[in-house]
């Protein structure tokens, strides 16, 4: 999803080759972060895993830079999806607005509660 924004046209198995897990199963933070900076990836030497915060997600949205939002699901597995936006309501509630591959094939839509998913990285892509 981000690399299709950045004008990257590169299938799975190619972002998967970059990423060089090797193991046929699910990807590290950190080989999802070399993807993003590798000049045959996505060609954005900035990127980089950083703590989850709201105000990190302000200023990357802000910016004009969807991000990865990393989370643990229910079953305790990590999970990546792109945050593309956010909102604050006039009661202070902070909302981001996800796309989410899940499920495969079909992919979601929605906005997300901050503070109700254990997010547990956020990676910034960025020159």
């Not at 060609?43 to 105000?55: C, E, I, L, M």
């Not at 006039?90 to 929605?110: A, C, H, K, T």
Request: net charge negative; with cysteine.
């Amino acid at each position: 999803m981000i690399a299709s924004y950045y004008n990257k046209d590169q299938t799975q198995d190619y972002i998967y080759g970059i990423m060089d897990e090797g193991d046929g199963g699910g990807v590290s933070y950190s080989s999802q972060v070399n993807y993003y900076r590798a000049t045959n990836g996505c060609d954005k030497p900035g990127s980089d895993d950083v703590d989850p915060s709201f105000a990190t997600v302000v200023s990357e949205i802000d910016a004009g830079r969807p991000m990865v939002s990393g989370i643990d699901t229910s079953l305790g597995n990590p999970h990546v999806r792109v945050c593309r936006g956010y909102t604050t309501t006039m009661y202070g509630l902070r909302y981001l607005s996800i796309n989410d591959p899940w499920p495969v094939g079909d992919g979601d839509q929605y906005l997300e509660n901050w503070g109700t998913t254990n997010h547990v990285t956020d990676i910034i892509v960025k020159d």
